[in-house]
């Protein structure tokens, strides 16, 4: 029984495989340009001050915390279609 589940969806499960690997590589490419505007944040300017620094600063670590969410939710998926091999190096 459980066999012929697995052949009745395994269509499926590659589709959602594949779907999940294409958003793991559109985050990659999400997280390089966040990384490339990090460096032209205000904070990096000692002209900046630190008030307006960390409130960029406080703008960044919530910005951090949905990328947190999000890579927990790769790992999730990357084990549910087995693909954690990908998200190894990420």
């Not at 066999?3 to 779907?19: C, F, G, M, P, R």
Request: net charge negative.
């Amino acid at each position: 029984m459980a066999v012929t589940v697995e052949k009745d969806i395994a269509v499926q499960l590659k589709s959602e495989a594949d779907k999940q690997k294409d958003l793991v590589s559109k985050f990659e490419e999400k997280l390089k340009e966040y990384h490339s505007k990090m460096k032209k944040q205000n904070f990096h300017q000692f002209s900046t001050g630190s008030l307006e620094a960390n409130k960029t600063l406080d703008v960044v670590g919530e910005d951090i915390k949905v990328f947190e969410k999000e890579v927990k939710d790769f790992e999730y998926f990357s084990v549910m279609f087995g693909f954690q091999e990908n998200l190894e190096g990420s």
